[in-house]
């Protein structure tokens, strides 16, 4: 009886090395891109619970908005005097960590004590019809992602219904 040994070629070790490198970065890539929708979920969450504070907010100030400035760190001229929208939905600090995205890696919540910026153009002091939580009739977003923390999936909207999408209705 003749004993042959298996041997591997060098272009056959090489072949499966490349195969084992390509199994590993497809599995990177998936695990990321699953990391990535799980911070975009949880920052919807977040803006989800913004919504019910600001909807707290509406209840004891007769239904209107507040007046808040978009950037608290360095606000345009015509919002100087106005509190950021961290100062009002959260004062003294308390429940802060509702305003962090977990996307958010630029230091927008360390700068400006929130990751979502104000909608302060069209949503500063307008009375907000409590029947159906719109403005003027209309529904447009109140808060939304300071940055595209949420690349490739879209940012998050909160609209003044407390309802979040990732997609701007228009």
Not at 51 to 75: K, W
Not at 84 to 103: D, F, H, K, Y
Not at 128 to 155: C, R, S, W
Request: with cysteine; net charge positive.
């Amino acid at each position: 009886m003749i004993r042959r040994r298996l041997k591997f070629t060098l272009a056959e070790l090489l072949t499966g090395l490349v195969i084992l490198a390509i199994l590993a970065s497809l599995s990177m890539a998936v695990t990321n891109l699953v990391r990535g929708r799980g911070r975009h979920t949880a920052c919807a969450g977040n803006l989800r619970q913004a919504g019910q504070l600001l909807h707290l907010y509406l209840e004891g100030n007769r239904f209107r908005t507040p007046y808040c400035t978009m950037d608290p760190a360095s606000p345009p001229d015509n919002e100087k005097n106005f509190p950021g929208i961290a100062e009002v939905l959260c004062p003294g600090g308390r429940g802060g960590a509702v305003l962090r995205c977990p996307g958010d890696q630029a230091g927008y919540f360390e700068r400006q004590r929130s990751s979502y910026e104000w909608n302060s153009i069209g949503a500063n002091g307008r009375q907000v019809e409590a029947k159906n939580f719109t403005i003027f009739g209309f529904q447009y977003p109140v808060m939304y992602d300071y940055d595209a923390f949420h690349t490739p999936l879209n940012n998050n909207y909160l609209y003044i219904d407390g309802h979040v999408t990732g997609k701007p209705v228009r």
